[in-house]
């Protein structure tokens, strides 16, 4: 391959990982073809961006960029395949689906979620468990609306329990 050329895929792949703040290095040395498009389909299906690239090539792009990256660089060994994502735990809860069969391929080599740097597959059900931002952000607004339902609710339990002995009252009478 031409230098030239070397340079036009290191500039694709880091402007590919600029776009995305969760990066997965798996191998997929050893998944056939019929497995190879299942996994496909379904990063697909969770939109999350699946690329093999070389090491070096990654490497390099890596280095381009602004975030610090070198904690993926001692797992760039082997075939590596990149699952980009903008979701911490999308490309983890899909390893595990995908390897629920009993399968140990894809596996897991190394991850960066949000400027952090997960090594192995032990951590792969950590990964898995990490909630989203929009989840955390959900988290927190029930967490602060649950205080004012509460507030309503017994407003509204009281004013009817009122209504009710008013009611009754009345047509005694």
């Known amino acids: 391959?031409?230098?030239?050329?070397?340079?036009?895929?290191?500039?694709?792949?880091?402007?590919?990982?600029?776009?995305?703040?969760?990066?997965?290095?798996?191998?997929?040395?050893?998944?056939?073809?019929?497995?190879?498009?299942?996994?496909?389909?379904?990063?697909?299906?969770?939109?999350?961006?699946?690329?093999?690239?070389?090491?070096?090539?990654?490497?390099?792009?890596?280095?381009?960029?602004?975030?610090?990256?070198?904690?993926?660089?001692?797992?760039?060994?082997?075939?590596?395949?990149?699952?980009?994502?903008?979701?911490?735990?999308?490309?983890?809860?899909?390893?595990?689906?995908f390897c629920k069969k009993g399968d140990t391929i894809p596996a897991l080599k190394a991850a960066f979620v949000e400027e952090t740097v997960y090594v192995g597959a032990e951590q792969l059900d950590f990964l898995a468990s990490l909630k989203s931002k929009n989840e955390l952000i959900g988290d927190v607004i029930a967490l602060l609306q649950s205080p004012a339902k509460n507030v309503v609710s017994a407003l509204q339990s009281s004013g009817n329990k009122l209504h009710g002995i008013l009611e009754t009252l009345s047509n005694k009478e």
Request: charged share 30%; aromatic share 6%; net charge positive.
């Open 1 to 97: 391959m031409r230098k030239e050329d070397k340079f036009l895929i290191i500039d694709k792949i880091a402007d590919t990982l600029k776009d995305y703040s969760c990066v997965y290095l798996t191998t997929t040395t050893g998944l056939n073809a019929e497995r190879t498009s299942d996994l496909r389909r379904a990063c697909a299906k969770a939109d999350i961006k699946l690329m093999v690239v070389k090491n070096t090539l990654l490497k390099k792009a890596m280095e381009k960029l602004d975030m610090d990256y070198s904690g993926l660089y001692p797992v760039l060994a082997g075939s590596s395949s990149l699952m980009l994502s903008n979701t911490g735990n999308a490309p983890a809860k899909l390893l595990k689906d």
